[in-house]
């Protein structure tokens, strides 16, 4: 029966099989990092009015903000010339840069290893995070995975 099939059929069955195999799961993007930049500003320090009353806050609330990320190697504290509220330079290798959304949303594919992310501010740049190694905002990607990252800019909040 199958000896002698149709020239019509032959293809019939090709463009069933190629659909098929196109049809399969396609994840555009592996692995990487997204999240989110916040901008806040102002007095953050508990205040107490003479009532007893908790006083409102001057500060902003944290809000999305878009800002220029650069993202490095892994980078440690010895690596950057430091000043008051910013980093001045970074010797660690730039890995990828990339913009926020409006909202400060961002995500970008990389390749699996251990990173550091700044933000480029008009003097610097910043980053307020390390771990116990001296890292500076240390985020891993692994493979398959997205890793989230909240980066909360407030070198001109007082807490």
């Given at each position: 029966?199958?000896?002698?099939?149709?020239?019509?059929?032959?293809w019939f069955l090709v463009a069933l099989v190629l659909l098929l195999v196109g049809c399969r799961a396609h994840r555009p993007t592996t692995q990487g990092l997204r999240g989110q930049v916040f901008w806040v500003e102002g007095n953050l320090m508990?205040?107490?009015?003479?009532?007893g009353m908790a006083a409102p806050k001057e500060a902003q609330a944290k809000r999305g903000v878009t800002r220029t990320l650069r993202i490095h190697a892994l980078t440690t504290l010895d690596?950057?010339?430091l000043?008051?509220?910013l980093i001045g330079s970074i010797l660690t290798e730039q890995v990828a840069e990339l913009e926020t959304e409006s909202d400060g949303t961002f995500q970008i594919e990389l390749?699996?290893?251990?990173?550091?992310?700044?933000?480029v501010e008009d003097d610097g740049y910043f980053a307020n995070v390390f771990d116990r190694d001296n890292h500076i905002n240390p985020v891993e990607v692994k493979e398959g995975?997205?890793?989230?990252?909240?980066?909360?800019v407030n070198y001109r909040a007082v807490y």
């Open positions: 029966m199958l000896r002698r099939m149709k020239a019509s059929q032959t508990p205040q107490v009015s003479e009532d690596q950057v010339s000043g008051d509220f390749p699996v290893g251990k990173y550091s992310v700044f933000t995975v997205w890793s989230f990252l909240e980066i909360v």
